[in-house]
Structure formats: structure tokens, C-alpha cells
């Protein structure tokens, strides 16, 4: 399994970037997809998830309004769009997947844990 991001660089307070995460070797339509964060200095966390067949999602209260997670099952990917990107959003980001038959509860998809694969992580920096 590999999981490929890219789409991270360096952008101006108030910008936007868009993030992408290409999976292969397992089969896309039954993995939660989900994006993580690690701030330089900080422990890495949760940022946002989405659903096997794309209709519910989930955001820390931190991106809520300014993020959106998509996927697309033709092309095996999930994206990240980032607009409103602030100093804060400086971190190197992660996509994971997660099968949905290990799914308990919503309050599973924040947990590291409950995701098995990870990518290998795309450096974002927002300046001042």
C-alpha cells in the first residue's frame, strides 16, 4: 500500500493550496481517508476525514469553515483544500487510510490509531 501526497509549498497568510494524496495497492471505495498535521515542535493531529463513499466528514474545530476534504474513487485520491491559511497551518500533513469495517464511532476517526497506512507527509508553510 502506498499512500502519495503532494501539493504542499509555501504561501502568504490569507492564501490557499490545495493538497492531494493518490492511493494504491488497496481497494480505495472501503478505506476512510484522513488527513493529520504536525506542526514543527508539536505533536501530530488530527485535521480532517471523510467517509468511505464521501458523504460524511469530519474537521477539527480549528480548519472547520476554512478546509475542505473530497475524494474521487476514479482516481484513488483525497484532496485537501486550504484556503484562509494562517501561520498556524504551518506543519507537514498526512494523509492515512483507515478500513471502514474497523469504523466504532465517530469518535474514532480522530484517533491516529485507528488509521493502518500513511503517507509520507507534504511540508506546508504559511508566512506572515
Known amino acids: 500500500v502506498q499512500l502519495q501526497a503532494s501539493g504542499g509549498g509555501t504561501v502568504q497568510a490569507g492564501g490557499s493550496l490545495r493538497l492531494s494524496c493518490a492511493a494504491s495497492?488497496?481497494?480505495?471505495?472501503?478505506?476512510?481517508m484522513g488527513w493529520f498535521r504536525q506542526p514543527p515542535g508539536k505533536e501530530r493531529e488530527f485535521v480532517t476525514s471523510?467517509?468511505?463513499?464521501?458523504?460524511?466528514?469530519r474537521y477539527a474545530d480549528s480548519v472547520k469553515g476554512r478546509f475542505t476534504i473530497s475524494r474521487d474513487g476514479a482516481r484513488n485520491s483525497v484532496y485537501l483544500e486550504m484556503n484562509s491559511l494562517n501561520p498556524d497551518d504551518t506543519a507537514v500533513y498526512f494523509c492515512?487510510?483507515?478500513?471502514?469495517?474497523?469504523?466504532?464511532?465517530?469518535?474514532?476517526?480522530?484517533?491516529?490509531?485507528?488509521?493502518?497506512?500513511w503517507g509520507q507527509g507534504t511540508q506546508v508553510t504559511v508566512s506572515s
Open positions: 495497492g488497496l481497494t480505495f471505495g472501503t478505506y476512510v
Open positions: 492515512a487510510a483507515a478500513s471502514a469495517a474497523r469504523y466504532s464511532g465517530s469518535h474514532t476517526l480522530a484517533a491516529q490509531a485507528f488509521y493502518t497506512f
Open positions: 471523510i467517509s468511505k463513499s464521501g458523504q460524511s466528514t
